[in-house]
């Protein structure tokens, strides 16, 4: 499966949502792009850590300690990301 190659199992049981792998895939995607390097894995260097699904936020760990929020919304069958805050 494509999903094995950015993300863990332990990611898969943060949430039960209908298009859960492509939301993990575009708040990885806007954590890489924010942060600007190149060569990451996403499966070993970046990782969704928790997700509220309530706010609709996934919270990223990545690189040395870094840590973002990445607010995913909704629009028209497909997700938009916004990278709330850098922790």
């Not at 600007?36 to 509220?52: A, F, K, S």
């Amino acid at each position: 499966r494509v999903t094995s190659r950015y993300m863990s199992s332990s990611e898969l049981l943060l949430s039960n949502h209908n298009h859960w792998s492509a939301m993990v895939w575009s708040a990885k995607e806007a954590v890489y792009k924010l942060g600007g390097r190149r060569g990451v894995d996403l499966v070993e260097d970046m990782r969704v850590v928790e997700y509220d699904s309530h706010q609709c936020v996934a919270r990223v760990a990545f690189g040395e300690g870094s840590m973002a929020s990445v607010k995913l919304s909704f629009v028209d069958d497909k997700y938009v990301v916004a990278v709330a805050t850098m922790e």
